[in-house]
């Protein structure tokens, strides 16, 4: 058996705008009860149109979001005219109610049809309206994300023999098994969607991140911006450019990285063999990360990080982390502020025998 269902779903703002409100109002894509007015209120949906005189309603299903105290009920009416008594349009005169409206409306829709937020409707006829009465009693209001109608498809009744077709008992016994069937399809036919990292939320995001091995993110843009990148990434880890970025990806900074080959002070153009051995002595197997002094805000911060590190740089080597301080680099020209200059100036005598350099500065006091 292959269910097809034809469903009718309510799950954004423009879907409620034509419905009554009273003390419930729009809340994002669906609706909440206005905690400013009242501990109850209800929605009234606009008559929904089966095309089809006696059509038979079968399932409607709220996705609500229902904290401690707090209740939902589904009251539900339907019949083959817009007609209601005196009211031409039942549309039309629920929109025209003044005041306290609740006792016309439970008189229109009778006794609720379910306490919960997915049963079968009782009725018949061409047109269908619905009301979703909320209620809280603590400081927490119930929230209505969407809502589903079930308007035609297979039933399980339909592989039956015809003579168990027309017992509404069959029918409606067999429609517990079906709706879970049906749901479970549905939820089957979704799972890919779900399962979509671009999309995923909370603990399900988390789960899908430990596939590639994403164990870490400060926030759930991050872990999905990790997850996009994962292959680039572990293609690239054990090489400068990974350490560089796990570095990056660790602390928010831009680290300078420092390779053995370039400090080694065996090199023939090292100028200062004696400074660099001291530096960065002569382990083939240690590279540094340069980074400023500002980049951990505590000692243990910092050890966290070297934890960390640990596990991405390549077997066999070892980092060792420098942290800079911000310093200024005299010379000759170094600019420290208005009017000063490092160094003073020596006068000259201007003759046939005086070489002017392009540092010499002509001028000066008398007592210089």
């Not at 077709?165 to 549905?186: A, K, N, P, Y």
């Not at 939320?201 to 911006?225: M, P």
């Not at 602390?251 to 400074?275: A, H, K, Y």
């Amino acid at each position: 058996m292959e269910p097809i269902q034809t469903q009718m779903v309510f799950c954004c703002a423009e879907q409620w705008t034509g419905g009554f409100f009273h003390r419930v109002e729009p809340w994002e894509d669906g609706l909440r009860l206005d905690p400013r007015q009242a501990s109850t209120g209800v929605y009234c949906l606009r008559a929904v149109d089966s095309g089809e005189k006696g059509f038979l309603w079968s399932r409607a299903a709220v996705e609500a979001e229902l904290p401690p105290d707090t209740a939902l009920r589904i009251y539900a009416r339907a019949a083959d005219t817009l007609r209601w008594e005196n009211w031409p349009d039942l549309d039309a005169g629920i929109h025209s109610l003044t005041g306290d409206p609740m006792p016309v409306l439970r008189q229109i829709f009778g006794a609720p049809v379910s306490e919960s937020g997915d049963c079968l409707l009782p009725c018949t006829g061409r047109y269908l309206w619905l009301m979703l009465e909320l209620t809280a009693t603590g400081a927490c209001s119930p929230v209505i994300r969407a809502l589903r109608l079930w308007m035609r498809g297979d039933h399980m009744t339909d592989y039956l023999p015809a003579i168990y077709q027309g017992h509404d008992f069959t029918r409606r016994f067999l429609s517990v098994f079906d709706s879970i069937f049906s749901d479970m399809d549905r939820y089957i036919d979704a799972l890919p969607g779900q399962i979509d990292y671009r999309h995923a939320q909370g603990e399900l995001l988390r789960y899908l991140a430990s596939w590639v091995c994403v164990d870490r993110g400060k926030d759930e843009e991050e872990l999905r911006e990790r997850i996009h990148t994962a292959l680039p990434d572990y293609e690239n880890l054990y090489t400068v450019e990974g350490v560089r970025q796990s570095v990056r990806r660790l602390t928010g900074r831009d680290p300078v990285l420092i390779e053995p080959f370039q400090v080694s002070p065996n090199r023939p153009d090292c100028r200062d063999p004696v400074l660099y051995r001291r530096l960065y002595g002569e382990d083939p197997y240690r590279f540094f990360v340069l980074l400023p002094e500002d980049t951990f805000s505590s000692r243990k911060e910092r050890e966290q990080f070297q934890r960390e590190m640990e596990e991405v740089i390549p077997a066999g080597m070892t980092m060792q982390m420098i942290q800079l301080k911000p310093c200024v680099q005299l010379d000759w020209h170094t600019y420290l502020g208005i009017n000063a200059q490092i160094g003073g100036y020596v006068p000259a005598v201007i003759d046939e025998r005086a070489t002017i350099h392009y540092d010499t500065t002509i001028g000066g006091a008398n007592h210089e």
